[in-house]
T-cell receptor, first 111, second 113 residues
Framework: QKEVEQNSGPLSVPEGAIASLNCTYS??????FFWYRQYSGKSPELIMS????GDKEDGRFTAQLNKASQYVSLLIRDSQPSDSATYLC???????????FGTGTQLKVEL | DVKVTQSSRYLVKRTGEKVFLECVQD?????MFWYRQDPGLGLRLIYF???????EKGDIPEGYSVSREKKERFSLILESASTNQTSMYLC????????????FGPGTRLTVT
């Protein structure tokens, strides 16, 4: 079992729709959860972090965490073609500890 | 804004050469990391450092070494480059006090021929 699992996609959504990206993790000691966006040929860019159960909203992005189910998701509302990228889920035991990354989900937002 | 810079965007080396990849961060972060990223395998941690002169092995340290003589600089060394080390190399840094948010440099695309 991989430590952090994501569906590789591609996930295709029409412009203006909600994109839902999912991630599961295996280590119950995980405390910190992150979503990174990576455009083709570029480095990962941090877009969301979440540390407690529930929802965290930032603009068009909402991160959702359910520690009991070991599940974290990212919702992108009003998806735009510029959101087309690979989204990486990352998990940490907190502090300055290392991150464990999923292999990413490719999102395509179609006109 | 956090700024992490890497010495080269593209690098071509020959098999057996010693290769140095440099990373510098300007935000006084304690922690620095080196990853490689390959299609289908995702980001894999090579080495990381929590403090000057300290280093710890990541998931794939074989064939690599690191050096951290100053807080802002973390170097990755390929002692004898091989073709299977052709990859995208990414450096990142983070603060110990945060939950582990890492900020990445632009990456170095290394090709070993």
């Amino acid at each position: 079992q991989k430590e952090v699992e994501q569906n590789s996609g591609p996930l295709s959504v029409p412009e203006g729709a909600i994109a839902s990206l999912n991630c599961t993790y295996s280590d119950r000691g995980s405390q910190s959860f992150f979503w990174y966006r990576q455009y083709s040929g570029k480095s990962p860019e941090l877009i969301m972090s979440i540390y407690s159960n529930g929802d965290k909203e930032d603009g068009r992005f909402t991160a959702q965490l359910n520690k009991a189910s070991q599940y974290v998701s990212l919702l992108i509302r009003d998806s735009q073609p510029s959101d087309s990228a690979t989204y990486l889920c990352a998990v940490s035991k907190g502090g300055g500890n290392k991150l464990t990354f999923g292999t990413g989900t490719q999102l395509k937002v179609e006109l | 804004d956090v700024k992490v810079t890497q010495s080269s965007r593209y690098l071509v080396k020959r098999t057996g050469e010693k290769v140095f990849l440099e990373c510098v961060q300007d935000m006084d972060h304690e922690n620095m990391f080196w990853y490689r990223q390959d299609p289908g395998l995702g980001l894999r941690l090579i080495y990381f450092s929590y403090d000057v002169k300290m280093k710890e092995k990541g998931d794939i340290p074989e064939g690599y070494s690191v050096s951290r003589e100053k807080k802002e600089r973390f170097s990755l060394i390929l002692e004898s480059a091989s073709t299977n080390q052709t990859s995208m190399y990414l450096c990142a840094s983070s603060l110990s006090q945060t939950g582990g948010e890492q900020y990445f440099g632009p990456g170095t695309r290394l090709t070993v021929t």
